[in-house]
């Protein structure tokens, strides 16, 4: 029986950029929620809502930041990883209550749609729609990283469309006087980032849910960890992540041969594992014959007399 622990430190983005996101955002709020009291402008209510969320964000991924910097315990053997993963509901969560809020309140004002200030609306929306490009920029490289980072990158995107969206309902309304424009860019600003939110928290939840990871077919790494020389037959095995980029695994393998070479076996595995799955969290106990026919006294049946599949779960 033997076991094989190598340790990765997952991504835990620029905490710079996102310092400087955080600034960015929460003092352009301010600005957005006078902007669009003062214009009456639903569109623009909903789109400082969603810089709300932006914030509220990158604050989150802060704190998930320092969190998962602290070091493993006996409490907490894997450390605070998943912090990062808690995070991201959280936003996800924000974002749909955010998104029925905005829906709700533009059915309101389509039965009486107030007068809207355009110019005012124009400006305001276009000072955001810059905060939130450079914004975008400062998260960009670090979005692919982490699931946290993502999250806050993806809530600021869908901010810039909705800045992009006020923008092109100010104009409209300015030309053409029709105010029911802006509740209805408002409603185009909330379905547009549902699907994304569901997106984000369904990652989450496969996470949280211990889910094999995107992007790994845990049927494929069965067969290739078989497919290793000495190898007769694998069960237990359990695929996860402990937060974004650190996939963890476990399995239970049987090796061939009247003395098998265990060290070469193991090493052999967990070399596969890394090269073609980027899993460098594995543990494997390897076995002369199935576990599950283990007595007491610690002695087998002959694989031979097990019944054909008994060795798998």
Request: glycine content about 8%; proline content about 4%; some cysteine.
């Amino acid at each position: 029986m033997a076991a094989g622990h190598s340790h990765v430190k997952p991504g835990q983005g620029n905490e710079r950029a996102l310092w400087i996101a955080l600034l960015l955002t929460s003092t352009f709020l301010v600005a957005e929620v006078v902007g669009g009291i003062l214009t009456a402008s639903l569109a623009l209510i909903s789109d400082a809502a969603h810089m709300f969320t932006d914030t509220a964000a990158l604050a989150i991924s802060l704190v998930a930041i320092r969190i998962g910097k602290r070091p493993a315990d006996t409490r907490r053997t894997f450390g605070y990883y998943r912090f990062e993963i808690l995070a991201a509901a959280v936003n996800a969560i924000l974002l749909f209550l955010v998104a029925i809020y905005i829906l709700f309140e533009a059915y309101q004002r389509l039965k009486n749609p107030p007068e809207i200030e355009s110019m005012g609306m124009l400006v305001v929306a276009t000072l955001g729609l810059v905060v939130n490009l450079i914004s975008m920029r400062l998260l960009s490289s670090g979005k692919n990283e982490s699931l946290n980072v993502k999250g806050a990158y993806l809530e600021v995107w869908s901010d810039m469309l909705g800045s992009i969206g006020v923008i092109l309902g100010a104009l409209i309304i300015r030309f053409t006087g029709w105010s029911w424009v802006d509740s209805a860019i408002a409603v185009a600003i909330g379905l547009w980032v549902l699907p994304r939110t569901w997106t984000l928290l369904k990652t989450s939840m496969n996470v949280l849910l211990e889910g094999v990871p995107e992007g790994i077919g845990l049927a494929e790494v069965e067969q290739a960890i078989a497919d290793v020389p000495g190898i007769t037959c694998v069960h237990e095995l359990h695929v996860w992540a402990i937060t974004s980029g650190k996939t963890s695994l476990t399995v239970h393998a049987v090796c061939t041969g009247d003395t098998p070479n265990y060290p070469q076996t193991l090493k052999a595995i967990r070399s596969m594992l890394a090269d073609r799955f980027d899993i460098h969290h594995a543990t494997v106990q390897l076995e002369d014959h199935p576990c599950e026919q283990a007595t007491d006294l610690h002695t087998f049946e002959p694989a031979s007399q097990l019944a054909p599949g008994a060795h798998r779960h």
